[in-house]
């Protein structure tokens, strides 16, 4: 059985292009995610695309942005590479699972699945205290975080986000781990998470690369930009500007929910 063909008529302008992946960049350096929650709405508003395509694109969008923002990170020492091994491990049989499941699930449901998600991440993040660094990696951690990164890796593979929208407060509420760290481990564990689920997508015709390549390198710089910045912002305004951020993506999303089919197209 053929992959479908990509039924969509490209309008991205290189303007549309560098905004979308300039702001991807700069939230992906910032909070360390992987501007899924920009690129999304983005292509989805800008350039006309379908919900599922724009998914697919997306996630392919953020390998490079989260490339830059993590090796920003590194850098200057910010990054726990033994969690990244362990989340890595999780997220990457997870892109496999959600990337099938992006194939069958009702769009509606789509929507609300990539509302609760980042609704919920809005809230532990106001929530979220001062935080004292992690303990020691054991085994019962080292598979907590497995768990933690088959659920990022499924959401990263069916919403086309990076996955940082749960790695990062999952990592600072559960395991103490300090914010500008877990910003650094998250973008690490986004780039091998992209990787697999944008190999997957593209097999089944559900990425447009020309226009990730597009968007992904525009906000390569900005993600550098992001990242420096990140490290020089305090933990409860960068919190707050991201939970900001989260509900007027959610209530933008929810409002599609208006105009978007009840039955999968």
């Known amino acids: 059985m053929t992959a479908p063909a990509i039924e969509h008529e490209r309008s991205t302008t290189p303007v549309t292009g560098l905004v979308v992946g300039a702001i991807a960049g700069l939230l992906s350096g910032l909070f360390g995610v992987g501007g ?17 395509l724009a998914h697919g694109t997306s996630l392919a969008a953020t390998l490079p942005i989260a490339l830059a923002s993590a090796i920003t990170f590194a850098a200057s020492g910010k990054v726990d590479w033994p969690f990244v091994l362990a989340l890595s491990i999780g997220s990457i049989a997870g892109a496999v699972l959600g990337t099938q499941l992006l194939q069958v699930i009702d769009k509606r449901l789509l929507v609300i699945v990539f509302v609760v998600t980042i609704l ?3 809230i532990r993040l106001i929530l979220t205290d001062e935080t004292s660094g992690r303990g020691d990696l054991t085994v019962g951690v080292f598979l907590a975080l497995v768990v933690i990164g088959l659920l990022t890796g499924t959401l990263a593979g069916l919403l086309g986000i990076g996955g940082g929208v749960v790695m990062v407060p999952a990592m600072i509420v559960l395991f103490s781990i300090d ?11 986004i780039v091998p998470t992209s990787i697999m689920g944008t190999i997957r997508n593209r097999k089944k015709a559900n990425a447009d690369i020309p226009i990730a390549i597009a968007v992904g390198g525009a906000g390569i710089v900005s993600a550098v930009i992001g990242s420096t910045i990140s490290k020089s912002i305090s933990d ?14 959610a209530v933008l999303q929810l409002r599609t929910l208006r105009t978007t089919p009840a039955a999968s197209s």
């Open 36 to 52: 899924g929650i920009v690129i999304v709405p983005g292509l989805m508003a800008l350039a006309k695309m379908e919900r599922r």
């Open 120 to 122: 919920f991440t809005a």
């Open 179 to 189: 914010p500008v760290v877990a910003k650094g481990t998250s973008v690490a564990v």
């Open 236 to 249: 409860t305004v960068a919190n707050t500007m991201f939970a900001v951020l989260l509900i007027i993506v």
